[in-house]
């Protein structure tokens, strides 16, 4: 017969309750994680993965969800245009990022804009457990809102992508330079940076002003960019930014397409950009 002493039954019920904290603890990183992977709004398909189409704030915005998620929760944050020429998108979803968007459309990369976007960062970030330091990627006028979001937020950045990307509003939507200009879209741009069309000459509150906390940061930055482009002219845009970041001592990489307009974005096969994101990109954590 076996006989039970104190010291038997205070080391069993050491062993229910450290089995029950086990218990609890496992059943609570399993809640975590179903928390954070439950996302609100209408859920669809975006070419193979599934989408979230959710409010934040003022703003609309999608999060497109990878097939396996990779370790720590990497994210590509796209600007404008979302789905054109998505040979990078795809490329990051494959390899386990989410794919994240958020409209500011009409806003011209204005701090409304820049507000938007620091509401979205925190909600993805806190609620949703994302990585840190997402790369930007930012198409013809989205490139407002990347570099002024950036700048803002030179520690929540792993790297930068833009194509044919509008730097300076006086050059798109302004056509104060070589360019066609926006038409309609330039009082509508001046009125959200409330700021008057005799004002622009000795204007400093763009990108290429203001370069300095990303290059400080050591933020890489890639440009895709067609060297025949006459909407957003190289070399009032990216020709400057490349000049002045350099100067700055900032990493940056020019990719200019021989003969190529403001279309077709992007390049055919994504790889030199996939290449800089790995090389030059900072730690997602």
Request: glycine share 12%; aromatic share 8%.
């Amino acid at each position: 017969m076996l006989h039970w002493t104190t010291t038997n039954r205070c080391t069993l019920n050491l062993a229910i309750i450290a089995g029950a904290i086990a218990l609890l603890t496992f059943a609570g990183q399993v809640m975590a994680a179903d928390e954070i992977d439950t996302w609100p709004g209408k859920a669809g398909v975006w070419n193979g993965y599934t989408s979230h189409d959710i409010q934040v704030g003022d703003a609309a915005c999608k999060v497109v969800l990878p097939k396996k998620i990779a370790e720590g929760r990497p994210w590509i944050w796209r600007a404008r245009f979302f789905g054109h020429q998505p040979q990078t998108d795809l490329a990051l979803l494959e390899r386990g990022f989410h794919l994240v968007y958020c409209n500011i459309g009409g806003l011209y990369g204005a701090p409304e804009a820049v507000e938007r976007w620091n509401k979205f960062y925190t909600f993805l970030t806190e609620e949703h457990k994302f990585a840190k330091r997402p790369v930007l990627e930012g198409m013809s006028r989205g490139g407002l809102i990347v570099l002024n979001w950036a700048i803002s937020n030179p520690d929540r950045v792993s790297a930068i992508y833009i194509d044919a990307p509008v730097c300076d509003i006086r050059s798109w939507p302004g056509g104060l330079g070589s360019g066609k200009g926006g038409g309609g879209c330039w009082p509508q741009c001046l009125g959200v940076y409330k700021l008057k069309a005799d004002e622009m000459k000795d204007w400093t509150g763009g990108p290429l002003d203001n370069l300095k906390p990303l290059a400080e940061a050591k933020v890489p930055i890639i440009s895709v960019c067609g060297d025949a482009d006459d909407v957003v002219p190289l070399d009032e845009n990216s020709g400057i930014l490349k000049e002045r970041y350099e100067a700055l001592g900032g990493p940056i990489k020019l990719i200019a397409k021989p003969g190529v307009g403001h279309h077709p974005h992007s390049l055919k096969d994504p790889t030199p950009i996939l290449e800089f994101i790995d090389k030059q990109g900072k730690p997602i954590n």
